[in-house]
């Protein structure tokens, strides 16, 4: 059974920084593209940003609202996805979900229960 | 970015009814389309991919069409645990984007 488990969220200042992570079961980790994807309270979903795995030399694509702050990053050994954020701002309070992309249906396939980080002084 | 309109934003229908959620890509995406159902509280659980098929485990009273920039998603026959947010995501393009969300309530 596939199985993705985020911790690492919690209250944190504007400016501050903070590190998810996501432990993943069940399947072959190092096969696939990792995804996060955020919601803000009340609101709809958005993507974060995405790496890819050791055959594309673990490359990564971030949305613009988190490029140069938040850093996405993983370690197949562990089997284990992260999420570096720093700078963080009230904007980025959120919910936030470890998914993976399907290797065979190329889509996100399997989410996580999500972690909630709260940016606030 | 590619803007992903859904509508309506909510519907109320009664259990068995027959339900259509439309999602407008602001441009071409082939078929690279998903649909998601998310319940309050709980994480998106997929539902579709490719526009039209079926995620493993997903029921067949769900169902996709479209390509280009116009999709739908129906649910044949509403149940009660079917009442939920509904949300189209388009990974054509970087970055991937997602629609507002569709919220089926219970008349």
């Known amino acids: 059974e596939v199985q993705l488990v985020e911790s690492g969220g919690g209250l944190v200042q504007p400016g501050g920084s903070l590190r998810l992570s996501c432990a993943a079961s069940?399947?072959?980790?190092?096969?696939?593209?990792m995804d996060w994807v955020r919601q803000a309270p009340g609101k709809g979903l958005e993507w974060v940003g995405r790496?890819?795995?050791?055959?594309?030399?673990?490359?990564?694509e971030y949305a613009a609202s988190v490029k140069g702050r938040f850093i996405i990053s993983r370690d197949d050994s562990k089997n284990s996805l992260y999420l570096q954020m720093n700078s963080l701002e009230t904007e980025d309070t959120a919910v936030y979900y470890c998914?993976?992309?399907?290797?065979?249906?190329?889509?996100?396939?399997?989410w996580g229960l999500g972690t909630l980080v709260t940016v606030s002084s | 970015d590619i803007q992903m309109t859904q509508s309506p934003s909510s519907l109320s229908a009664s259990v068995g009814d027959r339900v259509t959620i439309t999602c407008r890509a602001s441009?071409?995406?082939?078929?690279?389309l998903a649909w998601f159902q998310q319940k309050p509280g709980k994480a998106p659980k997929s539902l579709i991919y490719a526009a039209s098929s079926l995620q493993s485990g997903v029921p067949s009273k769900f169902s996709g069409s479209g390509s280009g920039t116009d999709f739908t998603l129906t649910i044949s026959s509403l149940q009660p645990e079917d009442f939920a947010t509904y949300y189209c995501?388009?990974?054509?393009?970087?970055?991937?984007?997602f629609g507002g969300g569709t919220k089926v309530e219970i008349k």
């Open positions: 069940g399947f072959t980790f190092s096969d696939h593209y």
């Open positions: 995501q388009q990974y054509n393009t970087y970055p991937l984007t």
């Open positions: 441009r071409g995406i082939s078929s690279n």
């Open positions: 790496t890819r795995n050791k055959a594309y030399s673990y490359t990564t």
């Open positions: 998914v993976r992309w399907g290797l065979v249906s190329g889509f996100h396939d399997y």
